[in-house]
């Protein structure tokens, strides 16, 4: 079984502020290139844009797959901070 880790817009912004992305990257070291949604990639590039923290160094992470849509909604686990938003697992 494949392990596919979906990192949602407050993990990567948190460690995207603190400068310390390189953390979230090596988590993931084990597993195939970690990914996260258009609803994500979206809403992480329009802060860039603006200039909110870590932001741009997010959306240039060369460690983060292209942005996906999940094919299963049912069960989401975000394994940093617990229950994550739909929203951004790709579910409106």
């Not at 817009?9 to 310390?20: K, S």
């Not at 390189?22 to 994500?40: G, K, M, N, S």
């Not at 942005?67 to 617990?82: H, I, Q, S």
């Amino acid at each position: 079984m494949t392990v596919v880790c979906l990192y949602d817009a407050v993990t990567l912004r948190h460690f995207g502020t603190i400068e310390r992305l390189e953390i979230l990257a090596a988590r993931c070291l084990y597993l195939d290139r970690p990914h996260w949604t258009q609803a994500v990639y979206d809403e992480i590039t329009e802060a860039a844009n603006i200039g909110r923290p870590g932001c741009r160094a997010i959306v240039n992470a060369v460690w983060l797959a292209e942005p996906v849509e999940p094919e299963n909604t049912g069960k989401f686990e975000n394994r940093l901070l617990g229950p994550t938003s739909l929203r951004h697992c790709g579910v409106s």
